[in-house]
């Protein structure tokens, strides 16, 4: 899978802070842009970065942590894979999107949607996304 080049949204100085890790791909862009052209408004820093930049990650200095990646050969990615154990007690900021052939695969114990990686869907799936990160942004505040 592609790497992506990091990016940032607004002021991290902003109260609200979103983290979204995803890799290259036509559909996880559309996702991206569809949550970036929702938050283009709003008081909300974003922060988009590389599945394998999780590793830096402090999930405590984001109210909602994004992560967009593919099954591959029968696993998640060993970064986003790592970050979701190591941080268990944060789970509850987690929006995970795991897409693969099957469009079933997710990592057991967190609660992720999954599905293919078929671009008409993306607006759907860019819409879920948005009202996870709505009712995570809402409980934490």
Do not use: C
């Amino acid at each position: 899978m592609k790497a992506i080049s990091q990016e940032q949204i607004h002021s991290d100085r902003l109260e609200t802070k979103i983290l979204i890790a995803t890799q290259g791909s036509d559909f996880k862009r559309a996702i991206v842009t569809n949550i970036k052209n929702h938050y283009s408004l709003d008081s909300v820093f974003l922060k988009i970065v590389d599945v394998k930049e999780l590793i830096d990650i402090n999930p405590q200095d984001y109210d909602a942590v994004v992560i967009l990646h593919t099954w591959e050969y029968g696993n998640p990615p060993s970064s986003v894979k790592d970050f979701i154990m190591k941080n268990q007690e944060y789970k509850q900021k987690f929006v995970v999107l795991a897409t693969s052939g099957q469009g079933t695969n997710r990592i057991e114990g967190i609660d992720a949607l999954s599905g293919e990686s078929i671009i008409v869907n993306a607006s759907d799936y860019s819409d879920e996304i948005i009202g996870r990160i709505a009712k995570i942004i809402k409980s934490s505040s």
